[in-house]
């Protein structure tokens, strides 16, 4: 009975959202058109979701590496599992932390030049220099 009041509860709230959000949403349409106004129309798709998808690749493989090197750890059952593990965390925190922020900067660069220079920059080449140059 608890469960079911509480799920009650939570689509009553829902309901309430809907109604509250409906409104706005040609005005949330408006402002996406104009946010996707310097990517080229034909390319969206292709050209803005390559780095996410790159990114999404190297966060699975790191992911699946961290994975084993937890298993490893307690596999072994060394004295200083918790600070190997404590260290594996803070590496896995960082490590997804710089990719999302590569994909913030190569979506910075190409509205930034669009908006700053008039120009369309080549995405891929945006995502290649958020790796190498703005990454430090």
């Not at 799920?7 to 402002?31: D, G, H, K």
């Not at 594996?88 to 900067?105: D, G, H, I, K, Q």
Request: charged residues 10%; hydrophobic residues 55%; proline residues 3%.
């Amino acid at each position: 009975v608890g469960v079911g009041m509480v799920l009650v509860v939570f689509s009553i709230a829902q309901a309430l959202y809907a109604c509250w959000v409906t409104p706005r949403m040609e005005y949330a349409a408006t402002i996406l058109s104009r946010a996707l106004a310097p990517t080229p129309s034909g390319k969206l798709i292709t050209d803005l979701y390559h780095p996410s998808y790159w990114t999404v690749i190297a966060a699975f493989v790191w992911t699946s590496v961290w994975t084993l090197g937890i298993v490893g750890a307690i596999g072994n059952g060394y004295g200083f599992v918790v600070l190997i593990i404590f260290g594996l965390l803070v590496s896995f925190a960082w490590t997804m932390e710089v990719l999302r922020n590569v994909l913030n900067v190569t979506v910075s660069r190409v509205i930034a030049l669009y908006y700053m220079r008039g120009m369309q920059s080549d995405i891929m080449f945006s995502f290649q220099r958020a790796f190498t140059t703005s990454l430090g």
